[in-house]
């Protein structure tokens, strides 16, 4: 699997636009870049995915350059409910299967 | 639609003993993947188990096993607890066709004495 390099940790003031930077630089053609997030002792919750192009939901949006190398997940209008830890991930689907392996994500505090 | 559920949320055992977590995945996936989180190792993946059988497998020894059931639900087995396997285990549910976003349970939080 690619690896990914997250900061460890990020501030943001709330209301303002949170931008959390990953770096895929190993990534390969068919590995799709997703980000989840891990609110204190809950289960990670599914944000978003893309595998080429800039995506966007409810919840984020996902801008992956063009080299396909690094990614940025930005949370538009941050809320304090926001902080948590932010994984990203790159994986595929390999005879049928996908295997996930989770880094130590970015610690994001929406600061009021 | 629910969310994935997991039984028991809270756990204590004692060392040597074995335990039995389970998991209800959304309605209509048919993947079931078991994650091990830890301070110090975060989240590692256990297994996947896709229509009943198991089509992944992380680097935990045999101690660990599960299981897959006609409707999807999902078990793991810890045997012989260990202190180190004091634990969130979390499962998460796909529908494993397609780009396979996962989507997490609340967890079982294991202590082992």
């Given at each position: ?112 | ?68 059931f006609s409707n999807s639900r999902s078990e793991m087995n810890v045997s012989t607890l260990e202190l180190g396997d004091s634990a969130l285990y979390l499962c998460a549910s796909s529908s494993g066709q397609g780009t396979y976003e ?12």
């Amino acid at each position: 699997d690619a690896k990914t390099t997250q900061p460890p940790s990020m501030d943001c003031a709330e209301g303002r636009a949170a931008n959390l930077p990953c770096n895929h630089s190993t990534i390969s053609g068919n590995e799709y870049v997703y980000w989840y997030r891990q609110i204190h002792s809950q289960g990670p919750q599914y944000i978003i995915h893309g595998l080429k192009n800039n995506e966007t939901n409810e919840m984020a949006s996902l801008i992956i350059t063009e080299d396909r190398k690094s990614s940025t997940l930005i949370l538009p209008h941050a809320t304090l409910r926001d902080t948590a830890v932010y994984y990203c991930i790159v994986s595929a689907r390999i005879g049928g299967y996908q295997k996930v392996t989770f880094g130590i994500g970015t610690k994001l505090q929406v600061i009021p | 639609k629910a969310g994935v559920t997991q039984t028991p949320r809270y756990l204590i055992k004692t060392r040597g003993q074995q335990v039995t977590l389970s998991c209800s995945p959304i309605s209509g996936h048919r993947s079931v993947s078991w994650y091990q989180q830890t301070p110090g190792q975060g989240l590692q993946f256990l297994f996947e188990y896709f229509s009943e059988t198991q089509r992944n497998k992380g680097n935990f020894p045999g101690r660990f096993s599960g299981r897959q059931f006609s409707n999807s639900r999902s078990e793991m087995n810890v045997s012989t607890l260990e202190l180190g396997d004091s634990a969130l285990y979390l499962c998460a549910s796909s529908s494993g066709q397609g780009t396979y976003e996962q989507y997490f349970g609340p967890g079982t939080r294991l202590t082992v004495t």
